[in-house]
C-alpha cells in the first residue's frame, strides 16, 4: 500500500517569515495531494489540494508543490501568522474508494 | 451548506462495551469515509460507504463494522471495546463527482 512520510514533525518560525511542509509518498498510482489543517479540538480543514496533472498551486499565502518523479509535494506558507499555528497534515489518494494515507503531521507554531 | 455532523463529540464508555458513532455528510454527498485518529497511529483509515455499499476498507479487525443509510448518513460501530479503541473518530464527506473530502468535527471516545 501506500506509505506517507511528512518532515519535519515540528515547525517554529518567526511571525512573517515562511514555513515549508515536505511529504514524499511511494505509490506512482497516487494522483490526488490535499493538505489538511488541524486545530486543536476539530477536525482536519482542507486548505488547499493538488492533482497530479499540475505541478503548482496558490492560494493567496498558502502554495502547494507536487514533484511526480521524486514523488514528493510541499506546502509552502509565506508571511505567518499566529493564526497559522496548528498541526498539518499532507495525504495521498489514488483510487475511488478515497482512501486517503495521511503523514504523521507537523506541528506550527508562528512566534510573535 | 451545513459542514459535516458527527454526534456525539464525547462519549466514555468501559472495556467489552459497544458503540455506535453517527456522521451525516454534508448535503448531497453520496461518500463517507471514517477514519480513526490516535497520536501514536495517526490517522488511519477505516471504510467508506458510498450508496449505502461499502467500497472500500481499511485494516482493522472486525470489531469496527459501518454502514449507510439511504439519505446517506453513516454509523460506525465497535463492538466489545478495547483501551486501545480509545481516539478521535473522524468521518469525511465527499461529492460522487471528487475526491475531495471534508471532515466532521470528530467523536473523541475514551475506553476505561
Known amino acids: 500500500g501506500e506509505n506517507v512520510e511528512q518532515h519535519p514533525s515540528t515547525l517554529s518560525v518567526q511571525e512573517g517569515d515562511s514555513a515549508v511542509i515536505k511529504c514524499t509518498y511511494s505509490?506512482?498510482?497516487?494522483?490526488?495531494f490535499p493538505w489538511y489543517k488541524q486545530e486543536l479540538g476539530k477536525g482536519p480543514q482542507l486548505i488547499i489540494d493538488?492533482?497530479?496533472?499540475?505541478g503548482e498551486k496558490k492560494d493567496q499565502r498558502i502554495a502547494v508543490t507536487l514533484n511526480k518523479t521524486a514523488k514528493h509535494f510541499s506546502l509552502h506558507i509565506t508571511e505567518t501568522q499566529p493564526e497559522d499555528s496548528a498541526v498539518y497534515f499532507c495525504?495521498?489518494?489514488?483510487?475511488?474508494?478515497?482512501?486517503?494515507?495521511f503523514g504523521t503531521g507537523t506541528s506550527l507554531t508562528v512566534i510573535p | 451548506k451545513a459542514g459535516v455532523t458527527q454526534t456525539p463529540r464525547y462519549l466514555i464508555k468501559t472495556r467489552g462495551q459497544q458503540v455506535t458513532l453517527s456522521c451525516s455528510p454534508i448535503?448531497?454527498?453520496?461518500?463517507v469515509s471514517w477514519y480513526q485518529q490516535t497520536p501514536g497511529q495517526g490517522l488511519q483509515f477505516l471504510f467508506e460507504?458510498?450508496?449505502?455499499?461499502?467500497?472500500n476498507k481499511g485494516n482493522f479487525p472486525g470489531r469496527f463494522s459501518g454502514r449507510q443509510f439511504s439519505n446517506s448518513r453513516s454509523e460506525m460501530n465497535v463492538s466489545t471495546l478495547e483501551l486501545g479503541d480509545s481516539a478521535l473518530y473522524l468521518c469525511?464527506?465527499?461529492?460522487?463527482?471528487?475526491?475531495?473530502?471534508?471532515f466532521g468535527p470528530g467523536t473523541r471516545l475514551t475506553v476505561l
Open positions: 469525511a464527506s465527499s461529492s460522487e463527482y471528487t475526491d475531495t473530502q471534508y
Open positions: 505509490d506512482s498510482a497516487s494522483n490526488y
Open positions: 493538488i492533482r497530479s496533472n499540475v
Open positions: 495525504a495521498a489518494s489514488h483510487n475511488t474508494g478515497n482512501q486517503f494515507y
Open positions: 448535503s448531497g454527498h453520496r461518500s
Open positions: 460507504y458510498f450508496s449505502e455499499t461499502q467500497r
